[in-house]
Each structure stands twice: as C-alpha cells, then as structure tokens.
DNA sequence: GTAAGTGTACTATTATTACTAGTACACCTA
DNA sequence: TAGGTGTACTAGTAATAATAGTACACTTAC
C-alpha cells in the first residue's frame, strides 16, 4: 500500500499532477507491482486531506494513459505492461529530454554528470515493452 | 534577429512559456550570440500578435534567471555567460532529466536511443562556466 | 532640443482552470 | 443486506494567464 505520497501544497504545480508524477514514479521504478491495488479514492483522499475529486483526476489521467487500470466496484491496479503506447506521448518526453539537458549543458552541467544520472535511471526503471523509438 | 518564435495558442502551456523556452533554446544552442540584441518589447509583440504585456513578463523571467539582461531604454540583449547559477534551478533539471528518462524507459524506449539524444544535445550546446553540479 | 524607440510600472477586466463541496448512483464483495 | 468501491454531476471559490490601456523615465538619432 503506498505510504509515500508527498505532496507540497506550495509547490505551484497542480495537486493532482504531483499525485500523478509520484504513482508514475512509483510504477517506474518498481516500488508498485503489476497488477498491485492502489489506495481507493476515499481512502487516499483521507490520509492526504485532499479532496476527493482531485484524487479522481489523477486517477483518470493515469488510467488514460495507461499506467494504471480501474475495476468499478473494485478498485484502481497497477497496469501490468505499457501497451499501445502513445507516440506523442514519447516525442513530448524527448522533447523535454532534450530541453533539460540542453540547459543543464550550458549552465555548466558536466557531460559524465548527466550520462551517468541517465544511466542510473535507466537501469532503475522497470522496462517492459520493446524497442520503441 | 529573431523570425523563429513559433507560438501555438492551442498549447495549454501559457504563452509567456512558450516565449521563454523558445528563446532559451535559441540562446543555448548558440542561434542567438552573447549580447545579440532581442527585439524589444513592442516589436515582438508586433510581429506575434501578444498583447507586449505577455512579452514582457517572458523578458523579465528571463532576465531573472540570467539568460539575458536589460538596459534601460535601449533594449534586452542575450547574455554572455551563465554566472551564479542557482543550484535550486540545477536540482530542477536533474530532476526532470530523471523523470522524463524514467518514463522513457518504462515506455520501451530503447537505451541507445536515449543516450544518443543526450549526447547530441549536449554536442550541440553551447557550455560555458566550469563543472556545476 | 525634439522625436522616436526603448524598458517599466501601473490599474482594470476577462477567461480559464485548479480545487473544493456535496450529492447521487451503479457496481462488487463479504 | 451493508459497506466499500468507482463514477458522474452541479455549484461555487480562488488563482492565474492574458488582454487592454495608460503613463513615465531613459537612450539614441536627427
């Protein structure tokens, strides 16, 4: 059962987005298993103190793009394995990639710095499907 | 001068974002040179159809974070060189590096590829101060 | 000195969105 | 049946992005 959501209600960023970056992490890296169940809506609610509708949302972006997968009545399960993946979805990501280590690069960021933090990540994350480009 | 600002309304991103990355991105991949003078205020906001207020608020973040500097009366000009780079912002990147890299994984993109990105990105800044962390 | 162009600082208004609040209903399981 | 679950809906509040318009100080060119 997830514990370690952190949300930072003076952090400009939505709730509901924090919510959302944190299960993705969460999923990622493997801390939540396929097929593993989520808070409910209620519950995580209450051990947030955020409101019920916003836990919702988060739970729907996520559903909608595939990390997650809801049972009525049931509740909301880690998804097993990324499929039909989305392209946009991916060429944001590289988009974003190549924002960040752009800007990283000219404020004086070292080259090894930012390969071996790629690195590391990559092999902390949980890969599933195949080679998409 | 600047022709490249390319401004998409249906983005919800706002549009002072759009200002500022796109300009940033011309400063980091050296496009526009240190101390190239931008267009001013009511220019850009001529030739993109942004009310100049919108533009100025792209101009004065940028100014705060050093990407360009401003005199009175005479125009924004790029500036020449990263200097005291606020390390909340290096934390930032790195932690947007991790999570769009993270995703990417997870999604199957392949190692490789990634890799590839970032070392080109990188080849294709224009680094300037010493070895931040 | 004057005029034109520049950044800057205001106030006011509108539109959008995040968030909260409350309710209701259908579903599943013990 | 009872309790927990997801879902849908309406309504209202708060914050913010964006527009609109004005005013002023500064710099440069004529």
Known sequence: MISIIAIDLRNPKPIYEQIKDNIKQLII???LKPDEKLPSVRELAQ??????????????????DGFIYTVSGRGNFVAPSPKNVDSKRLEELYDILRAAVGELSYL?????????IVQNTISRSRPQGGNKT
């Open 29 to 31: 890296t493997g801390a």
């Open 108 to 116: 004086g960021a070292a080259q090894s710095n930012i390969i071996e």
């Open 47 to 64: 051990t947030t103190s955020i409101n019920p509708n916003t836990i919702q949302k988060a739970y729907r972006d996520l559903e909608s």
